[in-house]
């Protein structure tokens, strides 16, 4: 009985009962109806009074042993969830393409004894399951790190700048990042300001579904990064992700201004005060913007890998008390970015704390929580006072995308004149001078407007 041996369990007792097998294919009746899918082995975790199967969907359900009322056995499938890694072939003339592999779903399998998604696809493996690569790019590959995103921070954004910047001197034609797409943002915005002037772009790429689930956006996405890594002009760093929710087309995000939205949609990631650089489908790149860096011949790139983490991004609420902000302070933290209310404001009580960050020499930023629009600090008295106190405020830049500057900015400089000037200089529309009108969208469900449009375009 594979996983549910040992002492006699209510869900071995059902599993004899039945004369069924773990990877048998089922039909399981219970109270509450009939259940197709694959009988798993039991997770670690797992109670002993569920069966646990995988359904034709993709999802895993657990039924309690109690409810269940018969098992019918329509077969019997082996495990194989592991994709064999496959020798990338080499075409003549074809663009070449680096993909550094750093986890996440997208480099993913489903793992039986915990019943949890584990990164254990090797860059390779990833050619194994998705071959339409090779009509696109002499694909290279290189696994940089392993593991979820929640995991990487500054150290694996310095060792990955300093690796695309290695493989651009060499001649690369196009870098591909696979990660995972929790914060993915805060990377796309570190290489963005770790890696400069690039000549090829830099596509970062995840998935929001595991490889072992048919809705799974992974090879798709990996098409589309692909692709625009070897074919396209726009020599940045970006996001490629679901475009709609469809599969028609993927977008291409600048990657200081966008932001995963969703937990769990595929089209998660959006362009905020902005629309995106591009759409990219199986016939190529089409630009919705035309103030991108353009590729270039050369090998030339800046690479400055390096990051202060005495950093902390602060989300102001009502009622905030100052020992936050001077916790901070006694745990010698050099800056902080604060996402503050409407237009960049914070209570009167932590005025004193943050007179005594400013005193302490700790740079405080403003940004604002509403992520759309700009921190306008002179129009209310309550942000020319903070300003007083020292707190500078940094337009349109996101939130996240400020806390990554910071740290980057303090790790060349400890003066606070230099940092604020590194700040304050826009190096990849983390910054802009306005936001067009289409570049805030925000549609209503269940207004009649709205719904007639979203009827006539779900799909």
């Given at each position: 009985m594979g996983d549910y041996q040992g002492y006699r369990t209510p869900a071995l007792e059902v599993l004899e009962k039945y004369e069924a097998q773990i990877w048998s294919d089922v039909t399981i009746t219970t109270d509450s109806g009939n259940f197709d899918g694959l009988i798993l082995p039991r997770s670690e975790t797992a109670d002993e009074k569920h069966i646990v199967i995988k359904m034709i969907t993709g999802y895993n359900v657990g039924l309690l042993c109690d409810k269940i009322t018969d098992i019918k056995i329509n077969g019997r499938r082996e495990a194989n969830?592991?994709?064999?890694?496959?020798?990338?072939?080499?075409?003549e003339g074809q663009p070449r393409v680096k993909l550094f592999g750093t986890g996440g779903t997208i480099a993913s399998r489903l793992d039986y004894r915990t019943g949890a998604v584990i990164p254990a696809f090797s860059p390779g493996e990833l050619y194994g399951s998705v071959p339409e690569l090779a009509d696109i790019c002499n694909l290279e590959t290189e696994k940089l790190y392993g593991v979820f995103s929640e995991n990487i921070g500054h150290e694996e954004w310095i060792g990955l700048a300093n690796?695309?910047?290695?493989?651009?001197?060499?001649?690369?034609?196009g870098i591909v990042v696979g990660h995972g797409t929790d914060t993915m943002h805060h990377t796309a915005a570190a290489l963005s300001f770790m890696v400069q002037d690039s000549p090829v772009p830099i596509v970062m790429v995840g998935s929001q579904r595991s490889s072992d689930r048919p809705s799974s956006d992974a090879a798709i996405n990996l098409i589309n990064a692909t692709r625009t890594a070897a074919t396209s002009d726009i020599a940045e760093v970006m996001v490629c992700m679901f475009g709609p929710t469809s599969d028609q087309y993927g977008l291409l995000h600048r990657g200081t201004r966008v932001r995963k939205m969703h937990s769990s949609y595929r089209s998660t990631f959006r362009t905020l005060s902005d629309i995106p650089l591009a759409m990219i489908d199986k016939n190529g790149v089409k630009p919705l913007k035309q103030d991108y860096k353009m590729r270039r011949p050369d090998n030339n790139v800046k690479i400055t890998p390096v990051f202060d983490d005495r950093v902390s991004l602060v989300y102001y609420y009502p009622g905030m008390k100052p020992d936050i902000i001077d916790s901070l302070i006694a745990n010698d933290y050099k800056g902080i970015v604060i996402a503050g209310t409407g237009l960049g404001h914070v209570n009167r009580p932590l005025y004193d704390a943050l007179d005594r960050a400013n005193e302490a020499g700790v740079a405080v930023y403003m940004t604002v929580q509403t992520l759309w629009g700009f921190v306008q600090m002179y129009v209310y008295e309550t942000g020319r006072e903070l300003m007083g106190l020292g707190v500078v405020p940094t337009a349109n830049m996101l939130p996240e995308v400020a806390y990554v500057k910071l740290g980057w900015a303090l790790g060349q400089t400890d003066d606070l004149k230099e940092v604020e000037k590194i700040m304050l200089s826009p190096v990849s529309s983390e910054i802009t001078e306005r936001e067009p009108h289409n570049g805030y969208l925000l549609y209503q469900g269940g207004i009649p407007e709205v719904e007639e449009f979203t009827s006539r375009n779900w799909k």
């Open positions: 969830y592991k994709i064999p890694e496959k020798e990338f072939p080499y075409t690796a695309i910047g290695a493989e651009i001197e060499k001649g690369v034609d």
